[in-house]
């Protein structure tokens, strides 16, 4: 916030004027268990230690939980230069266990080309690649074919999934006001009949299902 804001018609005003409250620092008694509350002189600095810092360190560690710990795909950044001082031939083994059916050679040949990968680039570079396009550049595909292959995978691959966005936005149609006492099964039904709307689907089928599941829905058949 800064000390003068604007009204409705440009003109500009004061706190004291629009009888907004100024910023502060929390109040600070004794051991405070339900909140941060590291000391600070101004309200800027108390923010920035009680919110601002937390968050950003909530947000790194989420993200390397959630990035490279939670998902062996991942572990193939490893492949990437600026990464090669964290590359081994332990983790060279579980790139390959996950990238087995896009690399096309056999472990023993995989980690050959770790070997001489390492080779050529283990040292001191002026001009060492930063990400994973510039060593897609640098790459000889013919001499690293797995490296290579890999490394194209991993470059088409997202980082995140929309599916479970996907299903609260179906819910939300499908669930409504006047379906609300809807049981799981039926939401369920419906939520994949909404998302996968392109799949055809036999009606005669299922009518047939249908119609099987108690005798007195047989006449449905005829």
Same mark, same amino acid.
Request: charged share 25%.
């Given at each position: 916030?800064?000390?003068?804001?604007?009204?409705?018609?440009?003109?500009? &005003?004061?706190?004291?004027?629009?009888?907004?409250?100024?910023?502060?620092?929390?109040?600070?008694?004794?051991?405070?268990?339900?909140?941060?509350?590291?000391?600070?002189?101004?309200?800027?600095?108390?923010?920035?230690?009680?919110?601002?810092?937390?968050?950003?360190?909530?947000?790194?560690?989420?993200?390397?939980?959630?990035? $490279?710990?939670?998902?062996?795909?991942?572990?193939?950044?490893?492949?990437?230069?600026?990464?090669?001082?964290?590359?081994?031939?332990?983790?060279?083994?579980?790139?390959?266990?996950?990238?087995?059916?896009?690399?096309?050679?056999?472990?023993?040949?995989?980690?050959?080309? +770790?070997?001489?990968?390492?080779?050529?680039?283990?040292?001191?570079?002026?001009?060492?690649?930063?990400?994973?396009?510039?060593? $897609?550049?640098?790459?000889?595909?013919?001499?690293?074919?797995? +490296?290579?292959? +890999?490394?194209?995978?991993?470059? &088409?691959?997202?980082?995140?999934?929309?599916?479970?966005?996907?299903?609260? &936005?179906?819910?939300?149609?499908?669930?409504?006001?006047?379906?609300?006492?809807?049981?799981?099964?039926?939401?369920?039904?419906?939520?994949?009949?909404?998302?996968?709307?392109?799949?055809?689907?036999?009606?005669?089928?299922?009518?047939?299902?249908?119609?099987?599941?108690?005798?007195?829905?047989?006449? $449905?058949?005829?």
């Amino acid at each position: 916030m800064t000390k003068e804001t604007t009204q409705k018609f440009g003109t500009p &005003c004061t706190f004291l004027q629009l009888n907004l409250p100024q910023p502060s620092i929390s109040r600070n008694r004794g051991a405070q268990r339900n909140r941060p509350n590291e000391p600070a002189h101004t309200p800027s600095e108390y923010w920035k230690l009680n919110m601002y810092l937390p968050f950003v360190d909530h947000l790194i560690a989420e993200l390397n939980t959630r990035l $490279l710990t939670t998902e062996p795909r991942f572990v193939a950044q490893q492949l990437i230069l600026k990464n090669i001082a964290q590359l081994t031939l332990a983790v060279g083994d579980i790139i390959f266990n996950e990238y087995v059916d896009d690399a096309h050679v056999t472990k023993d040949e995989f980690r050959s080309e +770790i070997r001489r990968w390492l080779a050529k680039w283990t040292g001191d570079f002026d001009d060492i690649p930063n990400n994973l396009q510039e060593t $897609l550049n640098v790459i000889n595909k013919d001499l690293y074919p797995a +490296i290579f292959q +890999i490394l194209n995978v991993f470059a &088409c691959m997202p980082v995140s999934t929309a599916t479970a966005e996907r299903s609260f &936005c179906t819910m939300r149609r499908v669930k409504t006001y006047l379906r609300n006492t809807m049981k799981t099964n039926r939401l369920s039904g419906l939520g994949l009949l909404n998302i996968y709307r392109e799949k055809q689907i036999s009606a005669d089928t299922v009518l047939d299902i249908f119609s099987r599941e108690k005798e007195r829905k047989w006449s $449905l058949m005829f």
